[in-house]
């Protein structure tokens, strides 16, 4: 299969406010009964399903498997579907759930399943080969198979504009880098942030540390405790859920000390409000955002309208406004935002070729 690269179609669509209460679970065979019905009326025989599987980050992490839920229930809102038969998602709370979840949603006969996170692309690549009339579409991973669309990002890229705004925002000339999982897509994370930090400040000090964990908050917790305590005054999580602990880290600090220099970037997300510390303080300096949900939609709409992109890898980065920084609110002063956008422009032309993985 060739590797091809598609800029990101940015769908019109109404971007899901909170996350739905109800949750499927891994043995849910029939469709679930649910008065949830996003458009108010009932699907039709024409209707076109979308599920999703979660890691074990939850669907509820505030981050990468948040944003693609969005994604699904936004589509499912254009198109007037209801939870439960129209769209769903079942959570995934070991790795041992991955072919579990997907059988279940197969089994219900959903039109088109995604799969949430690098770490389930064995079970996609297995239940895509023994289901070869089935739609899938994997995030974060290649599944090399024509009934599986691959969905990839240039995090790299926009983790080098986090890494630009770190090290100019840090007063203690030291910053740091949490990371989840020690693995290819986690590596672009933490590779484009070095390299940001390192083109506005070479004498920066970065303290580089994985959790292994997407879903442990009181060990990013722990580790940005020691980040901070050693001089860190500005973190970027790639950590899904864990980083969850970083965000509780930083707001405990910043409460007992209002004046101290203390900002956490997110990821994935607009992580604005898991920053908030009172009705006037915000730890939060900004979040490198990946179109998850944006993303989610567009195959979604295009599966349902004959167009299913299988067999292709779709990759998107600045260029195609696929990965970018939040609105910092005015957390980033205007000079530094000018500097924050001359490399962004520069990335975007291809002036600046972000490495992909740390050499160590």
Sequence with gaps: MKKRKFGLV???????????????????????????NASGGDNTEETFSVAMVTDVGGVDDKS???????GVQAYGKE???????????????????????LNALLRRDFNLIFGIGYMMEDAMAAISEENPDGQFAIIDAEVKADNVVSVLFKEQEGAFLAGVAAAKMSKSGKIGFVGGVDIPVINRFEAGFLEGAKAVNPDIIIEDKYTGAFDKADVGKITASG???????????????TGNGVFSEAKERK????????????????????GKVDDKTNVTLTSML???????????????????????????????????????????????????DEY????????????????K
């Design 227 to 241: 980040m901070f305590s050693s001089g860190v005054d500005v973190i970027f999580h790639a950590a899904g859920a």
């Design 290 to 340: 990946k179109g998850v949900n944006t993303a989610v939609v567009d195959i979604s709409n295009r599966a349902k309208n004959g167009d299913f992109p299988g067999g292709e890898t779709l990759t998107y980065g600045l260029a195609e406004d696929g990965v970018k920084l939040a609105d910092s609110r005015g957390a980033i002063p205007e000079d530094v935002q000018k500097v924050i």
């Design 255 to 274: 409460k007992k000390d209002p004046e101290a220099n203390i900002w956490v970037i997110g990821v994935d997300a607009d992580q604005y409000e898991e």
């Design 64 to 70: 990468f498997n948040q944003s693609a839920w969005e």
């Design 10 to 36: 940015l769908t019109s669509v109404l971007a899901a406010s909170a996350i739905l209460g109800a949750c499927g679970t891994k043995d849910d065979e029939k469709p679930a009964k649910d008065n949830d």
């Design 344 to 359: 962004k422009e520069k990335i975007a032309k291809g002036e600046i070729k972000v490495p992909e993985k740390v050499e």
């Design 79 to 101: 198109h007037g579907l209801s939870k439960g038969d129209g769209f769903d998602y079942l959570q995934s709370k070991s790795d041992a759930d991955y072919d579990s979840n």
